[in-house]
């Protein structure tokens, strides 16, 4: 695999959360140098520590600072300018400015070091689509300068070639799967090149699932399975792998499970 | 019982249902003759899906008739109207109103107003402050966004307040902008605050460029020409926290191990709620596994973890809630159809 920048993204409880910890979890053992980056949302930092899943953790205010200092040549000055009411109205005003600042921090520390792959969690559906689009509209906004020539390079980066990797997760229902191609168009229409949809939490694809454990569900599940089984089947060209319902008690059991599903082991 | 209040609002962590559970508690609330606006702010805009609307239909009004939806409480036809949220519409009937279009025709303004473009939650409660103001309705149901964004929504008063205040008129001053605010007495505080802003525009202009600073200054003024609409909305926070104005539900979703973030949402939440709150359970399978018994090991364990699932969220209910409800979950492929289904839920729970 050659993107540097791994998404996963989706509607809410999709299981973004348990995929990109299984991915970066995978790669690690693999003996890739890798972080996982849960772009500024509820962490779960004692999860990732039990697994030993290296996590690279960016505070808004913090990233914000530091790069208004890589730009003055002054952490003092930056911290000044931060503290104002002027400015921490404007970050809190436009979650999009907060966004391309995180992003921004990313790309950076990919830039610095090339070994390095990051695995991004990133916010749900529509806050996804404002943390791309963002880049075109600040864009737009800033006109010229600094911002502008930085923000001409994230989209250098997001935009061209196969560095960055896009993960739509989608649950196997039929609303559920339009929703997942309509972020998908999204995305491409933004410029990024490489974007798939995944399917999470299928009951047909469990490897336990044998014939005669499907003849003995009860109703209710047994039309479930029947109904993913038919839509797995009319969208197999959109969709690009797919994940089993899991049965472990704990979310770290599931997270080692899936990691096998990435390594190719399963 | 339930008491029928002004607004009813559904939060929840995203993909648990929020605008589905919404949607169908306004069929209900229409189907027996109320005037219902149901709004959703989530920018995913799943209810367009639901109630076949178009995103051309985003910011303007819409009715929708029942005969989209087959599974109807009661057989007498029925309407309601629909809302999905535009930062863009819900600004320019500021404008319209204030008449002030020169104030936000500008390339800031018109950036941020865009779908995604970061405005929001903000533009969100002006949207729903000026909804209640026209009185057109017995009842407004609101679908908010997802987790933490909820907060926001919540937050955005105290954002609004903040963004308008007393530095912002030095900024004005020192930049000799009139905007009709009364002038004060320029002492020794104003002297060092606007020397601070002069050495911060000039660093912020190294960074972002001249233009954009220009823009930027001009954006706010437009926007404290306008503040009035924007603290007006502030009203409506006060609203939020008075039992006998709105009904909250709390929706959490079987299919996901979210009760942490749920917990912490509610805990958060609570700041600003009062105490008519109720748990949603929805997509419970328990009755349709209850008299299931398998003997093969594996199903045993699909079975567990499934019950299992939806046992944690029922030990959320004595976090007092005043009461919780099981949606069970449904396997209608048609989205009306599905919302339909769960409207004969909510009366069975809460007739009218």
């Known amino acids: 695999m050659s993107a540097r920048l791994i998404v996963f993204t989706g509607k809410g409880g999709v299981g973004k959360t348990t995929l990109s910890l299984a991915q970066t979890l995978s790669l690690k053992e693999s003996g890739k140098n890798v972080l996982y980056n849960n772009f500024d949302q509820f962490p779960n930092y004692g999860l990732c520590d039990r697994l030993r899943i290296p996590h690279l953790d960016l505070?808004?205010?913090?990233?914000?600072?530091?790069?208004?200092?890589?730009?003055?040549?002054?952490?003092?000055?930056?911290?000044?300018?931060?503290?104002?009411?002027?400015?921490?109205?404007?970050?809190?005003?436009?979650?999009?400015?907060?966004?391309?600042?995180?992003?921004?921090?990313?790309?950076?520390?990919?830039?610095k070091d090339p070994t390095l792959t990051i695995v991004m969690d990133s916010p749900s559906s529509g806050h996804a689509m404002t943390m791309f689009e963002s880049t075109h509209n600040f864009k737009k906004i800033f006109g010229s300068g600094m911002l502008f020539n930085d923000l001409n390079r994230m989209q250098d980066f997001l935009f061209s070639g196969d560095k960055v990797s896009v993960n739509v997760v989608t649950l196997p229902t039929e609303m559920a799967i339009h929703e997942a191609s309509e972020l998908k168009s999204a995305f491409l229409g933004f410029g990024l090149q490489d974007v798939k949809i995944v399917m999470n939490e299928s009951l047909p694809s469990i490897p336990e699932m044998t014939p005669e454990r499907v003849a003995l569900l009860p109703e209710f599940l047994s039309k479930k399975y029947q109904i993913e089984s038919q839509i797995i089947e009319s969208f197999k060209s959109e969709i690009t792998n797919t994940f089993p319902h899991l049965v472990n008690e704990s979310m770290a059991e599931s997270i080692t499970e899936l990691a096998k599903y990435f390594g190719g082991s399963k | 019982m339930m008491r029928e209040k002004p607004i009813e609002i559904f939060c929840g962590t995203g993909g648990v249902g929020k605008t589905t559970l919404s949607a169908s508690r306004a069929i209900q609330l229409a189907a027996s003759g109320k005037k219902v606006l149901l709004i959703t702010i989530d920018p995913a805009k799943r209810l367009k899906e639901i109630l076949n609307m178009t995103d051309e239909a985003a910011g303007e009004i819409t009715t929708i008739q029942s005969d989209i939806f087959r599974h109807q409480p009661g057989n007498v036809p029925y309407q309601f109207d629909a809302l999905l949220m535009s930062p863009e519409h819900t600004l320019k009937r500021m404008a319209e109103r204030n008449q002030s279009f020169q104030d936000f025709d500008n390339r800031i303004m018109k950036t941020l107003v865009r779908p995604y473009g970061g405005m929001n939650e903000i533009m969100a409660?002006?949207?729903?402050?000026?909804?209640?103001?026209?009185?057109?309705?017995?009842?407004?149901?609101?679908?908010?966004?997802?987790?933490?964004?909820?907060?926001?929504?919540?937050?955005?008063?105290?954002?609004?307040?903040?963004?308008?205040?007393?530095?912002?008129?030095?900024?004005?001053?020192?930049?000799?902008?009139?905007?009709?605010?009364?002038?004060?007495?320029?002492?020794?505080?104003?002297?060092?605050?606007?020397?601070?802003?002069?050495?911060?525009?000039?660093?912020?202009?190294?960074?972002?460029?001249?233009?954009?600073?220009?823009?930027?200054?001009?954006?706010?003024?437009?926007?404290?020409?306008?503040?009035?609409?924007?603290?007006?909305?502030?009203?409506?926070?006060?609203?939020?926290?008075?039992?006998?104005?709105?009904?909250?539900?709390?929706?959490?979703?079987?299919?996901?191990?979210?009760?942490?973030?749920?917990?912490?949402?509610?805990?958060?939440?609570?700041?600003?709620?009062?105490?008519?709150?109720?748990?949603?359970?929805?997509?419970?399978?328990?009755?349709?596994?209850?008299?299931?018994?398998?003997q093969d090991e594996y199903l045993k364990k699909l079975r567990h973890t499934m019950l299992d699932k939806e046992n944690r969220l029922k030990t959320m209910q004595d976090q007092s809630f005043r009461s919780s409800i099981l949606f069970p979950e449904v396997l209608e492929t048609s989205p009306a159809e599905h919302v339909g289904k769960l409207a004969t839920e909510w009366s069975i729970h809460f007739p009218i």
């Open chain 1, 59 to 111: 505070e808004l205010e913090e990233s914000a600072v530091e790069y208004m200092a890589q730009k003055l040549g002054s952490h003092m000055i930056a911290g000044w300018i931060m503290k104002t009411p002027f400015f921490s109205s404007l970050l809190h005003m436009l979650p999009g400015l907060g966004h391309i600042i995180i992003m921004g921090h990313l790309i950076n520390r990919l830039e």
């Open chain 2, 125 to 294: 409660i002006i949207e729903v402050q000026y909804q209640m103001e026209q009185k057109k309705y017995d009842c407004i149901v609101l679908d908010t966004p997802p987790g933490k964004h909820f907060i926001d929504f919540l937050l955005s008063t105290q954002k609004i307040k903040r963004f308008f205040d007393k530095t912002f008129v030095e900024i004005f001053k020192y930049l000799g902008k009139s905007v009709g605010t009364q002038s004060e007495a320029p002492g020794m505080l104003s002297i060092l605050v606007r020397t601070g802003i002069k050495k911060l525009l000039s660093y912020l202009e190294k960074v972002t460029g001249a233009q954009f600073v220009n823009d930027f200054i001009d954006a706010i003024v437009g926007l404290y020409r306008n503040r009035d609409s924007f603290l007006k909305a502030m009203a409506f926070q006060e609203e939020l926290q008075k039992e006998e104005v709105s009904n909250w539900f709390l929706v959490t979703s079987v299919e996901q191990m979210k009760q942490s973030e749920a917990r912490e949402l509610r805990e958060e939440a609570v700041r600003f709620m009062h105490n008519d709150n109720y748990l949603l359970i929805n997509k419970s399978i328990s009755q349709y596994l209850g008299d299931w018994f398998p």
